[in-house]
């Protein structure tokens, strides 16, 4: 068998891990929930779009909107009183989530925990908000909707 067949087959025949998978489910939906109330801050316009496409429907703010990080923060502090960072934990996605959360102080902390949840949870496969619906497949064999969620 060829090197290239060989790749191919490891990305078809990946183990699914039930149990990770939700873990992520139950952690998204509690963000959902909270996000009927609370804005959630991503980088990208791809991060909003993955959001989106696996149910989120309560207000998603991007963070390259062409203002300045303090000008943004000065917006985002004058509109909200909390707001949750989901930011991500690549090099540049932990340099604005440090500058952010510190022009922000005092509106997102209550929240941090699920970011950093959900950093553990996929491991170091994934750094970018935008690439949870893919691995959420790649490890459970099923499309996410975090509206559906049974207790």
Known sequence: ??????KRLK???VPIDF??????KEVLHYLYEINKRVP?????????????DIGFDGEII????????????ESIANRFEKVVLLIDWDEK???????IGENLQGMWEDFAAIREILKILCQKEISE?????SLFHR???KSLDVREWEE
């Open 1 to 6: 068998m060829s090197q290239p067949e060989k």
């Open 93 to 99: 996605g932990e340099e604005l989530y440090s500058k």
């Open 139 to 141: 490890i459970s064999g």
């Open 19 to 24: 149990e990770r998978s939700e873990k992520i």
């Open 62 to 73: 991007t963070l390259h909107s062409g203002k300045s990080l303090y000008e943004f923060s």
């Open 40 to 52: 959630i801050i991503v980088e990208g316009k791809k991060d909003k779009k993955a959001l989106l």
């Open 11 to 13: 990305k078809e025949f």
């Open 129 to 133: 908000i935008e690439q949870i619906p």
